[in-house]
């Protein structure tokens, strides 16, 4: 098994090519969109290129679920996430650290969830280590 | 005006590789003014026919269901083509999956290495597409249909 070391450094150089950013710009806290400035299409990138270098399937919407971005009304009220949304985030992303979220859960701030640490902590997981 | 960027394909390996030839005349309108005494085949012209090689390819793995679109590109250029010159286009599937594509290609004049480029497609889906589109099924229709038939008969050979 990868340590949680291993899988950053993996990740920081699947990361590095993906988006054309520079080595010491990616952190363990980076978020990807605010710090790194990926666009929606660079997480499609992002999955492929994790694939191949960790050799696992990563499923549609499985690492960067969609749906809660686009406003569905189940799970969205006044512009922000509400307790079913959350439940949904717990439930589909335990590998995110919400706490963060949870103090402001505009829809707005969903994309700071998209930091580096979600990806390696989804990889530890999916790695088993 | 016709914006297809190939002239027919001369290998196809459903779900692997495809392989088209784009010769380059000086009666195209473009010559004329890049540059005027110096026909050079402007670059994006060739991404365009190296994309439209592997957007194909990819389109063909799911019988053309999917809307296949040019999503990521990167590239690099090793020299210019001049009118007059055959460019052949190779592009190998690198990953495929419900999602989209990443092909890698190449733009070769004889054994001349031009370009060389890492391209990933998307597919859309007619949910996420904006409002207003009058045809969901908007990629591979129209004057692309020639191609296809094109595509279907060198993969038969």
């Known amino acids: 098994m990868p340590t949680e070391q291993e899988i950053f450094e993996k990740v920081r150089t699947t990361l590095v090519d993906a988006l054309n950013v520079d080595e010491d710009e990616v952190t363990i806290k980076s978020r990807l969109k605010g710090d790194l400035n990926a666009e929606s299409i660079d997480f499609l990138d992002i999955v492929f290129r994790l694939e191949k270098q960790f050799g696992v399937k990563i499923p549609r919407e499985e690492l960067f679920p969609e749906s809660i971005f686009q406003g569905d009304p189940h799970f969205v009220t006044d512009g922000k996430v509400n307790a079913d949304g959350i439940k949904e985030l717990e439930e589909r992303m335990p590998f995110a650290d919400l706490s963060e979220f949870k103090k402001d859960t505009r829809l707005e701030k969903m994309e700071d969830l998209f930091t580096v640490e979600l990806i390696v902590n989804y990889l530890k997981r999916k790695l088993g280590s | ?157």
């Open chain 2, 1 to 157: 005006m016709r914006w297809t960027w190939i002239d027919r394909f001369t290998a196809f390996e459903s779900r692997k590789s495809a392989t088209a030839v784009k010769c380059l005349s000086l009666a195209e309108d473009h010559f004329a003014d890049h540059f005027p005494g110096f026909p050079v085949m402007p670059a994006p012209l060739i991404l365009e026919g190296l994309a439209q090689t592997g957007g194909i390819l990819v389109g063909e793995a799911n019988q053309y269901r999917e809307n296949v679109v040019l999503a990521k590109m990167s590239a690099k250029f090793h020299r210019e083509a001049m009118a007059g010159e055959q460019l052949t286009y190779t592009t190998t599937i690198d990953d495929l999956n419900e999602t989209g594509a990443r092909v890698k290609g190449t733009a070769h004049s004889g054994s001349d290495l031009v370009a060389e480029a890492d391209i990933m497609f998307a597919h859309v889906k007619p949910d996420q597409l904006p409002p207003g589109i009058p045809d969901p099924k908007f990629v591979f229709s129209g004057e692309l249909s020639h191609l296809l038939k094109m595509a279907e008969a060198v993969a038969k050979r």
